[in-house]
């Protein structure tokens, strides 16, 4: 499809464990957010990418939150000892450019036991 | 933190009838985006405005833009059952230079068929 992919699209880990989080942007798309969305709330910014640099990580809510586009295409988020407030829906967005409307896939339901 | 609030947050109307939708935010933009979100899904991209435009149309849709309220209005003209879901401002703010967005805590709209 032509769409921004996350996967998986659901995800249960008990708390303590480690999560990876995996986002396909459109091709061709330079730039790269993630955002978190807790129940009924809008979603908050967590990091962005251009291309294969990481240029703003301010909204990563701990170091326990780490995230990587190696090769400027496929990014990574990963959630180290995960905690229960850590569950969430993590959507990840990817636009052509810095001035044009992102892309949002479907997004990963994190659920924390 | 968010930095658009929508007013109201929940809307039911009958199809066929308009909706509006307020959003304020509080610092200096590039420009403030609309995007709705189905149940479970992404959220969509409905519009941009720019910080020196007023008035934009797309379809059944017309935002406006008041920069020295720092505020901005969605309407939905003729609304249909498919126009069910939550929307949500976002503002481009100038300050992070990144494009990364805040968005507001959404609206929820329910069109009754």
């Known amino acids: 499809g032509a769409g921004v992919s996350q996967s998986p699209r659901y995800k249960v880990a008990k708390r303590g464990q480690d999560v990876a989080l995996r986002c396909d942007p459109i091709s061709g798309h330079v730039s790269l957010f993630w955002y978190q969305q807790a129940l009924g709330q809008g979603p908050e910014f967590l990091t962005y990418f251009q291309n294969e640099a990481q240029l703003d990580k301010s909204g990563l809510p701990s170091d326990r939150f780490f995230a990587e586009r190696p090769e400027g295409s496929v990014s990574t988020l990963k959630i180290q000892r995960t905690q229960q407030e850590d569950s969430a829906v993590y959507l990840c967005?990817?636009?052509?450019?810095?001035?044009?409307?992102?892309?949002f896939g479907d997004g990963t339901r994190l659920s924390i036991l | 933190s968010q930095q658009g609030e929508e007013d109201p947050q929940a809307l039911s109307i009958q199809e066929g009838e308009n909706a509006t939708m307020n959003c304020s935010y509080k610092?200096?933009?590039?420009?403030l985006q609309w995007y709705r979100q189905n149940s479970g899904r992404g959220l969509v991209h409905l519009i941009l405005i720019r910080s020196n435009e007023r008035e934009k149309h797309s379809g059944r849709l017309r935002v406006t833009l008041d920069t020295s309220k720092k505020s901005s209005s969605l309407l939905i003209t003729a609304s249909r059952a498919a126009d069910t879901a939550s929307y949500f401002c976002a503002t481009d703010a100038k300050y992070y230079g990144n494009n990364r967005l805040a968005f507001g805590k959404g609206n929820q709209v329910v069109v009754i068929p």
């Open positions: 610092t200096s933009i590039n420009n």
């Open positions: 967005a990817s636009s052509w450019d810095r001035n044009q409307p992102q892309h």
